[in-house]
């Protein structure tokens, strides 16, 4: 399966965003690319046959206490309205990504997983990107509203 599980992953990114060039090294078992002002890195885990997906923006980082707070509140709301994936934040580095996984032990076709995956960062992301900038942008907003507004609740 590992292998397998590595191979049925580049096969489908390089399916999905020819238009990105993406660059893997197999030995690492991980793909990256850059679209539509993401970076996006694609981990196999071969021992637990896990695919783990980062999406972040290069260069966005939230240092500081007061915006680092702003920044819980607004990932608190977004991962409560998340369906799938949540938004992780680096306290040592500043970066703030968008991952998403799932468990690949036992399934013969990884395919239509994967491209869900994939998928997901396509569609949440320019929003999560969207509501990082306007925190840090217009820092008397409610991290809360801006999340809100970005991801309605239903």
């Known amino acids: 399966?590992?292998?397998?599980?590595?191979?049925?992953?580049r096969s489908i990114v390089e399916r999905m965003y020819p238009e990105a060039s993406p660059i893997f090294f197999p030995e690492q078992?991980?793909?990256?690319f850059n679209l539509a002002g993401r970076h996006t890195e694609v981990r196999v885990d071969v021992q637990k046959h896990i695919v783990v997906i980062y999406s972040n923006v290069p260069g966005f980082t939230i240092?500081?206490?007061d915006p680092t707070k702003r920044l819980v509140r607004f990932m608190a709301r977004v991962n409560e309205m998340l369906?799938?994936?949540?938004?992780?934040?680096?306290?040592?580095?500043?970066e703030v990504r968008y991952k998403t996984s799932q468990i690949f032990q036992g399934i013969a076709n990884p395919e239509n997983s994967i491209r869900f995956l994939l998928e997901q960062h396509k569609e949440n992301f320019p929003k999560l990107a969207?509501?990082?900038?306007e925190l840090l942008r217009n820092t008397q907003a409610d991290p809360v509203t801006i999340a809100n507004a970005k991801f309605p609740p239903t």
Do not use: I, V
Request: charged share 25%; net charge negative.
């Open 130 to 133: 969207e509501g990082l900038d």
């Open 83 to 94: 369906y799938f994936g949540n938004l992780e934040y680096n306290f040592e580095t500043g």
């Open 63 to 65: 240092t500081g206490k």
């Open 1 to 9: 399966m590992e292998p397998t599980l590595f191979s049925a992953t």
């Open 29 to 32: 078992y991980k793909g990256e």
